[in-house]
C-alpha cells in the first residue's frame, strides 16, 4: 500500500511535469511565432509562467524525493554501519516530515492573501492557483517521508535504501 501511495505521487509529479512544460513551450513558440510574423505577441504568454512554473518545481520536487536525485551529503551515512545508518536515516526523515508540515501550514497565510491578487493578462485568474503548487509539493515530500518512515518502522528498508538517500 506504501507502494502504491508513492506510485501515485510519483505518477501525479510526471504528469504535472509534462503538461506544464509542454504548455509553457507552446505558448512561448507560440508568442515568438507571431511576434516575428505580425510584430504582436500574446500576452498571457509573459504571465503563464507565474502559475505553471511553480508547479513545474513542485513536480520536480517530488520526483527529486522520490528518486533521490536531490543534493547529497553521504560521508555520515557512507562511515556509519547499517544499525546506525538506520537511525540516522529515520532521523533525517523525521526532520524531513516536519519541515515539510510547517512550510504547508506557514503557506496559509500567502495563500489566504493569494485570493485576491489576479493575472489579468490570464482573464483574471487567481495567483492562488500558483501558491497551491507549495502545498502539493511539500504534502508530497511530507507523504513519501511518512510512508518511508512506516516502512523503516516495519523492519524493512525504503525502495531507494540508506546509502541512496539524502541525509544531507
Known sequence: M????????????????????????????????LRYTSGAGLQWAYEMHAILLPWMVAG?????????????????????GPVAGRALLFLVLALTLVISAFVVWSSFP?????????????????????YASLVYGFVGVAVICACDLITLMMGRTPGRGIAASSLS
Open 110 to 130: 500567502i495563500m489566504r492573501a493569494a485570493r485576491f491578487q489576479r493575472i489579468a493578462s490570464l482573464g483574471g485568474v487567481s495567483q492562488l492557483w500558483g
Open 60 to 80: 520536480g520536487l517530488i520526483l527529486a524525493t522520490i528518486y533521490n536525485r536531490n543534493i547529497a551529503v553521504t560521508i555520515l551515512p557512507d562511515l556509519l
Open 2 to 33: 506504501l507502494g502504491g501511495i508513492v506510485f501515485g505521487l510519483d505518477l501525479s509529479a510526471r504528469l504535472i511535469c509534462a503538461l506544464t512544460l509542454t504548455v509553457l513551450f507552446a505558448g512561448l513558440l507560440a508568442n515568438v511565432i
